[in-house]
């Protein structure tokens, strides 16, 4: 399997700012028509362009009922 540019629509950011998961536009070639989501640890970085993050907040959030059960989390 060769490389690959694939645009990259945004990131998740693990507790200490480092990049964990890369969210991706699809393959031109593949069969998936949304983006997709690598593992950090699964990509290659051959471009980078670089911005800054604020300290991650840790928040309590409550979800409501309905989302409990949509989750299956009650």
Do not use: N
């Not at 945004?10 to 507790?15: I, Q, R, Y």
């Not at 290659?44 to 299956?72: D, Y």
């Amino acid at each position: 399997m060769g490389t690959e540019e694939l645009e990259v629509i945004s990131h998740s950011l693990d507790e200490d700012g480092r990049i964990e998961q890369y969210i991706v536009t699809a393959p031109e070639k593949s069969q998936i028509s949304s983006e997709i989501v690598l593992e950090a640890s699964e990509v290659t970085i051959t471009r980078e362009q670089s911005h800054k993050h604020p300290p991650k907040k840790k928040i309590k959030v409550e979800m409501s009922m309905s989302k409990r059960r949509k989750m299956g989390v009650m």
